[in-house]
């Protein structure tokens, strides 16, 4: 629907595992986000790349590792997660990092175990 | 840091009942945006409001940006079942030249309606 697409949409892992989390966008974006939503807490920003380039870092534990291999892609590649970590992880794009509006994806569905 | 507080944090209404949610901001903002959450889905964007005391209109919704830029808010007339969901607001702040800003969402406001 919004042209953003996540998978999986849902992922239980243990602390000793590691997986990785995609997001793929058709929208011909150049800014791709990475976002953590927590139950009551706002959407915490994690990660941006602008035209492939990582031009945000907020403070994210080294357990979380981006890559942007090109625009229309990315992932986050976790591992030794903690249960603390559990949430929701959208993706977001949008023309470029700034004022501009985002589309979000579906999110996928983080447990850890 | 910048923080982005909204109030309030939920809203019960019966249906037909007005809805205010309001945002505000520890820092003059340049843009402030507004997205809507569905249960179990993920934010859509609903607006940008960019100017000191711009109002902008989407049919029942209203929007509001302060004199100062620090503050917003989202007024719905006459709530229905379809506008429940978690409302939020995103500040832009620092944009402008070659910066391209900082955006920071607020905590949303979670809306239900009661028919």
């Known amino acids: 629907e919004t042209g953003v697409t996540q998978t999986p949409r849902h992922l239980v892992m243990g602390m000793t595992n590691k997986k990785s989390l995609k997001c793929e966008q058709h929208l011909g974006h150049n800014a791709m986000y990475w976002y953590k939503q927590s139950a009551k807490k706002p959407l915490e920003l994690m990660f941006v790349?602008?035209?492939?380039?990582?031009?945000e870092n907020n403070s994210v534990p080294s357990r979380f590792s981006p890559e942007c291999p090109n625009s229309s892609h990315l992932f986050l590649h976790l591992h030794t997660l903690q249960p603390e970590d559990s949430a929701l992880y959208l993706c977001?794009?949008?023309?470029?990092?700034?004022?501009?509006?985002?589309?979000f994806g579906p999110g996928t569905r983080l447990t850890v175990t | 840091g910048q923080q982005v507080m909204q109030i309030p944090q939920y809203q019960h209404v019966q249906e037909g009942e007005d809805f205010t949610t309001y945002c505000n901001s520890s820092?003059?903002?340049?843009?402030i945006q507004w997205y809507k959450q569905r249960p179990g889905g993920h934010p859509v964007f609903l607006i940008q409001?960019?100017?000191?005391?711009e109002v902008k209109k989407q049919k029942r919704l209203t929007f509001q940006f302060g004199e100062a830029k620090k503050n917003s808010s989202l007024h719905i007339t006459a709530t229905q079942t379809t506008d429940v969901g978690t409302y939020f607001c995103a500040g832009i702040t620092g944009a402008g030249g070659t910066s391209y800003g900082k955006l920071t969402f607020g905590q949303g406001t979670i809306l239900t309606v009661h028919p």
């Open positions: 409001l960019v100017k000191s005391g």
């Open positions: 820092t003059t903002l340049s843009n």
């Open positions: 790349y602008n035209f492939k380039e990582q031009t």
């Open positions: 977001a794009s949008s023309q470029e990092w700034g004022t501009y509006e985002q589309y």
